[in-house]
Nanobody, 124 residues
Framework: QVQLVESGGGSVQAGGSLRLSCAAS????????MAWFRQAPGKEREGVAA????????YYADSVAGRFTISRDNAKSTLYLQMNSLKPEDTAMYYC?????????????????WGQGTQVTVSS
């Protein structure tokens, strides 16, 4: 079992920055793929960014590429999402996800473990 706990959400004005954290515990060594998803009211959950724990390959949705950066700290078992140049359309609940297998980083059904989410609100 793996437990994921997100933090760092909040309210910010357009153009601002936030850093989300996802503290992982349990059998984290077995996780191959970790990601951030988001879901805005009335919309489907979408993949924002992902990182493979072996090799550190990263992937980003086109909508956030160049503004968001995903990273991890193995020593702290923590996943991060640095979000810069935030836009009102980035407003959503952000979720951390992890899986011991999978190659479709953008598909939420690839992920076995999920956090409870942290709210990000960007005002214009």
């Amino acid at each position: 079992q793996v437990q994921l706990v997100e933090s760092g959400g909040g309210s910010v004005q357009a153009g601002g920055s936030l850093r989300l954290s996802c503290a992982a515990s349990g059998y984290t060594y077995s996780m191959v793929l970790m990601a951030w998803f988001r879901q805005a009211p009335g919309k489907e959950r979408e993949g924002v960014a992902a990182i493979y724990t072996r090799g550190d390959r990263t992937y980003y949705a086109d909508s956030v590429a160049g503004r968001f950066t995903i990273s991890r700290d193995n020593a702290k078992s923590t996943l991060y999402l640095q979000m810069n140049s935030l836009k009102p359309e980035d407003t959503a609940m952000y979720y951390c996800a992890a899986t011991p297998y999978g190659d479709r980083w953008y598909e939420d059904d690839e992920y076995k473990y999920w956090g409870q989410g942290t709210q990000v609100t960007v005002s214009s």
